[in-house]
């Protein structure tokens, strides 16, 4: 059964064999009607998704709920975004919490960053800040890119915790080397303006590239201020990494 999921996995992705989500599907759907939880998993993720498949959210959520009644993490997790969308199953705040809360309990990141959010903005439960913060947490330690550029920011604010721009700097820094584009470009400007952090005109430069390469405007303006300042050698070091970036982009996109 596991090895069914397994050729499932190899006709979804493509890995070895010609990609094919028709492929993907029959194999899943063997290993599903045997039980097995990740084929299930598999199964609500290609009918909510639309993949070899047309999109049917009634079906997504039927085999979701047979992966999450065996405690599958993601489908427990997908099930309960499906509960707080109302796509597919009725509208459902509170089994979207539970839910979230057993995926969560499993290291589900997802999971906990939703009750993160559910916490903060007080949808089916009192607002309650500092458990919404220890949700972001949990996320953020676990590599959740959004929940990371949070906790920078409330690091960088001061909202929630004491105002710390050396925890704000380093969380900042995980998010922009996983590509978030804000914080990319706070980065920048702690770099270019000394906030919190040492002036590096270098790594500020590096930074507002990076931030305009993913659509952050603004990050322009700032770079050219920026260059008015740097010596040729920074100059030169700051240019270097540009355009090793989009080449390293380009190939890893071909």
């Given at each position: 059964?596991?090895?069914?999921?397994?050729?499932?996995?190899?006709?979804?992705?493509?890995?070895?064999?010609?990609?094919?989500?028709?492929?993907?599907?029959?194999?899943?759907?063997?290993?599903?009607?045997?039980?097995?939880?990740a084929a299930q998993s598999n199964l609500g993720m290609l009918y909510g998704s639309g993949k070899g498949v047309p999109r049917n959210d009634l079906q997504a959520a039927l085999w979701y709920r047979k992966a999450a009644e065996q405690s599958y993490a993601k489908a427990q997790y997908y099930l309960g975004l499906l509960c707080e969308q109302g796509h597919g199953v009725r509208h459902d705040i509170s089994e979207a919490i539970s839910l979230y809360r057993k995926a969560a309990?499993?290291?589900?990141?997802?999971?906990?960053?939703?009750?993160?959010?559910?916490?903060?903005?007080?949808?089916?439960?009192?607002?309650?800040?500092?458990?919404?913060?220890?949700?972001?947490?949990?996320?953020?330690?676990?590599?959740?890119?959004?929940?990371?550029?949070?906790?920078?920011?409330?690091?960088?604010?001061?909202?929630?915790?004491?105002?710390?721009?050396?925890?704000?700097?380093?969380?900042?820094?995980?998010?922009?080397?996983?590509?978030?584009?804000?914080?990319?470009?706070?980065?920048?400007?702690?770099?270019?303006?000394?906030?919190?952090?040492?002036?590096?005109?270098?790594?500020?430069?590096?930074?507002?590239?990076?931030?305009?390469?993913?659509?952050?405007?603004?990050?322009?303006?700032?770079?050219?201020?920026?260059?008015?300042?740097?010596?040729?050698?920074?100059?030169?070091?700051?240019?270097?990494?540009?355009?090793?970036?989009?080449?390293?982009?380009?190939?890893?996109?071909?």
């Open positions: 059964v596991g090895a069914q999921n397994n050729i499932g996995l190899m006709y979804l992705h493509g890995h070895g064999i010609a990609q094919n989500f028709r492929q993907a599907m029959a194999w899943f759907g063997k290993a599903a009607v045997r039980g097995n939880a309990a499993q290291g589900q990141v997802r999971a906990q960053y939703s009750l993160g959010l559910i916490y903060e903005k007080g949808q089916g439960v009192a607002a309650d800040r500092p458990q919404a913060l220890a949700w972001y947490r949990q996320a953020a330690e676990h590599g959740h890119v959004k929940a990371q550029f949070v906790l920078g920011l409330r690091y960088d604010c001061g909202q929630d915790v004491p105002q710390d721009h050396q925890e704000a700097f380093s969380w900042y820094c995980k998010a922009g080397e996983q590509n978030h584009p804000r914080a990319q470009f706070n980065l920048g400007l702690m770099c270019g303006y000394g906030h919190g952090v040492s002036i590096d005109l270098v790594q500020a430069h590096r930074w507002f590239t990076l931030a305009e390469l993913h659509g952050v405007a603004k990050a322009a303006t700032h770079k050219m201020i920026l260059e008015a300042q740097m010596r040729p050698e920074q100059l030169r070091q700051a240019r270097v990494f540009a355009r090793d970036y989009v080449e390293r982009s380009k190939a890893a996109a071909a």
